[in-house]
């Protein structure tokens, strides 16, 4: 058996990434001596080369933590279609700090990728391995330039919030987009503090706020945390529970099955928002009024989706999903999908205070909301369970 500190890694890490077709690669499993030959091997293991995607999963990666807009833009096109890896090393180099940041990501995975295969080719013991791949950990993005780890940062914001609450702190649960795999630097890294106990959610917000601050702060990043009770837990609906959790401090409660929690929540929430939409037309509000006439709207669709078992993330992945799954498929009106599409683009244009908006228009945007309310009500309420 060879020891892993005799071999070249770098160089084995090389060949199995080399897709040639004019030479090959051996190691010799005496001395551990790696040689390219352009013939047929003189002896030696011969090192065939990893799949072409082991190498692009690396890009990919490495892609999700780059945190400037315009740097992430071009590497993630440049690694689209053929050529991708020159495109890749092309764009680097117009970020000098980047460029070094993914030389030492790649060589991490590169070498460990090498001591596996030494391993798998029983050219090294499994034990001297497990640690020498231990040693070559990936850099932790927080060291490198432009990069974010937003499941670090929850690690280190959970430990902190271990400290304020201590016995009372049952768990702290990352949800939302770093937890599904689909963040871009940019995202809220968003958490979950499940409490033993409290009175007030607001208090327990602000006992939180200078933790989440000073996190926020250093990693030019935005951290928030919702508090919730265990018994509070399923109004998350059990689907997103399945697809976007990780406990990141102690343990996940046990969540019994069902979705009628979360559903019942948001029918609630979404009966609040039509109120409120009333009042504001009534005090001559009609922007803020058309805001929660479609939020009441938007309640209500991800109710009927996540009784259909499809919940989407986005309000547009939700406007999306309700035409299809619950108008196409589950015989809802279509003229429901229409108006949730038409309450989200109206209330874009009134956000980004383009134009003022009409009271008449307000008035037809609280009788489209409570209309999808009340026929997403009726689906409901038919619905098998």
């Given at each position: 058996m060879l020891c892993v500190e005799d071999i070249d890694l770098a160089d084995l890490a090389l060949a199995l990434e080399d897709h040639s077709d004019e030479h090959g690669w051996t190691i010799d499993a005496d001395s551990g001596a790696i040689q390219t030959h352009f013939g047929p091997p003189d002896g030696g293991v011969a090192i065939e080369p990893l799949p072409v995607?082991?190498?692009?999963?690396d890009m990919e990666d490495f892609v999700a933590y780059v945190r400037d807009v315009q740097a992430r833009d071009l590497l993630e096109r440049a690694i689209v279609g053929r050529g991708a890896f020159r495109r890749f090393?092309?764009?680097l180099g117009q970020y000098p700090e980047l460029r070094r940041a993914w030389f030492a990501f790649h060589d991490a995975r590169g070498e460990r990728r090498a001591i596996e295969w030494l391993v798998e080719h029983e050219l090294v013991g499994a034990d001297g391995a497990a640690d020498a791949i231990a040693a070559r950990s990936d850099p932790e993005p927080g060291d490198l330039p432009g990069l974010l780890d937003g499941h670090g940062l929850a690690h280190r914001?959970?430990?902190d919030l271990r400290r304020i609450y201590r016995r009372r702190l049952r768990c702290v649960l990352l949800v939302g987009a770093w937890a599904r795999g689909e963040a871009h630097p940019e995202s809220p890294v968003e958490l979950v503090v499940v409490l033993e106990d409290f009175t007030d959610r607001w208090a327990e917000k602000r006992r939180m706020e200078r933790a989440l601050w000073r996190h926020s702060v250093r990693n030019g990043a935005v951290v928030t945390a919702l508090p919730l009770l265990a018994d509070e837990i399923p109004v998350l609906s059990r689907a997103a529970l399945d697809e976007g959790v990780r406990a990141?401090?102690?343990?996940a409660?046990?969540?019994a099955d069902g979705d009628a929690p979360a559903i019942a929540r948001r029918l609630e929430l979404a009966r609040r928002e039509l109120d409120t939409a009333a009042a504001l037309i009534a005090a001559e509000r009609p922007e803020a009024a058309l805001s929660h006439a479609y939020r009441a709207a938007l309640l209500a669709a991800e109710a009927t989706l996540i009784a259909a078992g499809e919940p989407a993330v986005t309000p547009s992945g939700v406007i999306a999903a309700f035409g299809h799954q619950t108008v196409v498929e589950d015989g809802?009106?279509?003229?429901?999908?229409?108006?949730l599409r038409r309450?989200?683009?109206?209330?874009?244009t009134a956000?980004?205070?383009l134009t003022d908006v009409p009271p008449r228009e307000a008035t037809d945007a609280l009788a489209a909301a409570a209309a999808i309310v009340e026929a997403c009500s009726a689906w409901l309420a038919a619905a098998p369970r």
């Open positions: 995607a082991v190498g692009y999963g090393k092309d764009a914001v959970a430990l990141v401090e102690g343990r409660p046990e969540i809802l009106a279509p003229e429901h999908a229409r108006a309450l989200y683009e109206d209330r874009t956000d980004h205070a």
